[in-house]
């Protein structure tokens, strides 16, 4: 078990450009989740899957991201038309839930720190 | 709307001193609570997750505790190291068990040899 891993660490790009995130949670966890994360404060729910559904979207998730995990492995997080005030470490976290809905510790990646120029 | 506040938001102490930190949830109807420790620029190490139904657990040097009906939780660190220095955070997941945790922002800790 290698954990929660993210890809790429760091993404630095120009405003107006599209960036894709990648995430590979722990194997055997069917929930997924993504957060963001600005200096000095926790981080902040995007959304998440339970297997492949995407059963929650954050009213931060604007029209410009979305998020995708097909065959209910890894995931992605993509965003267009990056603005400035994307820059942020994104992060991704995993979980168990059992079929009676009891979820276990959620272990959370390295994360993707986005840079917008 | 669940807000979760930990104070202080930094805290400072010299070695070898026993600490707590708090977190308050404003919405006790909550699922579970975790906490958390992050170094910088790193991401978040879960230490210590009580459920709704529990009242405290421990691990090693660490005490969580929970207090659902005043919306409070506590982490004790006993004989604090140099090494424990780092940010703390608070996560609450609500009743619904769905999948969105509220955290804190933090309280950063700093442990002087």
């Known amino acids: 078990d290698t954990g929660v891993s993210q890809n790429p660490r760091h993404k630095i790009t120009k405003r107006g450009q599209n960036v894709t995130f990648r995430c590979d949670p722990i194997?055997?966890?069917?929930?997924l989740y993504w957060y963001r994360q600005t200096l000095g404060q926790g981080p902040e729910f995007l959304t998440y899957f339970q297997n492949e559904a995407q059963l929650e979207k954050s009213r931060l998730l604007s029209d410009r991201f979305s998020a995708e995990r097909p065959k209910g492995s890894f995931s992605t997080l993509e965003i267009q038309r990056t603005e400035q005030g994307d820059s942020a470490m994104y992060l991704c976290a995993s979980s168990f839930s059992t079929s009676r809905g009891e979820t276990d510790t959620q272990y959370f990646g390295p994360g993707t720190r986005l840079t917008v120029l | 709307k669940q807000e979760v506040t930990q104070i202080p938001a930094a805290l400072s102490v010299p070695e070898g001193e026993n600490l707590v930190l708090n977190c308050s949830f404003t919405?006790?109807?909550?699922?579970?609570l975790q906490w958390f420790r992050q170094d910088p620029g790193k991401g978040l190490t879960s230490l210590l997750l009580?459920?709704?139904?529990?009242r405290e657990q421990t691990s090693g040097r660490l005490n969580a505790s929970l207090d659902k009906s005043s919306g409070r939780s506590t982490l004790y660190i006993a004989a604090s190291q140099p090494g424990d220095s780092a940010t703390y955070l608070c996560?609450?997941?609500?009743?619904?068990?769905?999948?969105?945790?509220?955290f804190g922002d933090g309280t950063t800790l700093t442990v002087k040899p």
């Open positions: 194997s055997e966890h069917n929930r």
């Open positions: 996560a609450v997941r609500p009743s619904t068990n769905a999948g969105k945790s509220t």
């Open positions: 919405d006790s109807a909550i699922y579970n």
């Open positions: 009580i459920q709704s139904s529990q």
